[in-house]
């Protein structure tokens, strides 16, 4: 057996190196988390002014590499869907993008998609962001464009924590 075989097989058997075995992967547990903080970075939109983060999520649809993700706000849920978000390693996951509009107006409405992405600190702690793209329909969208965002479609992104209920 070579030198190296032999320090392969030493740091396999006493866990200091991943050999072949897949770790214990951190996964979310089911049911309401609430959101613990939330800010915005990489602000193109100046969302901060106008924009209300969610402040709840549903973590339900548990499957061995994936799970769906809900979000809402006072109790109204925001995006048509639920997002899957699926694992790319390390306790992080990837999830789908999700579309929301609301109106800023009688004449002009708010769209936004947002593409998450979670890191599972433990089984009751995720910390996550999400890369959201405004727009606007309507034509009061220049009054939106002059009080808060300069101009549209404008990206941003929003970081937040959360823990389970």
């Not at 030493?10 to 609430?34: F, R, T, Y």
């Not at 390693?89 to 992405?117: K, L, Q, R, V, W």
């Not at 969208?141 to 959360?162: F, H, I, K, R, V």
Request: proline letters at 2%.
């Amino acid at each position: 057996m070579s030198r190296l075989s032999i320090v392969v097989t030493i740091l396999c058997s006493v866990g200091l190196w991943g050999c072949g075995a897949e770790g214990a992967k951190v996964l979310p547990q089911s049911g309401d988390w609430s959101i613990t903080s939330t800010g915005f970075s990489n602000d193109d939109c100046n969302a901060s002014n106008f924009l209300i983060p969610f402040d709840e999520i549903t973590v339900s649809d548990l499957e061995a590499s994936s799970f769906a993700v809900t979000y809402y706000l006072e109790n109204v849920r925001i995006g048509e869907s639920s997002s899957t978000c699926s694992d790319v390693g390390d306790d992080n996951f990837d999830c789908t993008e999700i579309a929301h509009s609301t109106p800023f107006s009688d004449a002009a409405t708010i769209n936004m998609t947002a593409i998450g992405s979670l890191n599972m600190t433990s089984e009751t702690s995720i910390t996550g962001s999400g890369n959201l793209t405004l727009d606007c329909t309507g034509v009061d969208c220049n009054q939106l464009e002059e009080m808060y965002t300069g101009s549209l479609p404008c990206d941003t992104t929003l970081n937040w924590t959360a823990i389970a209920n």
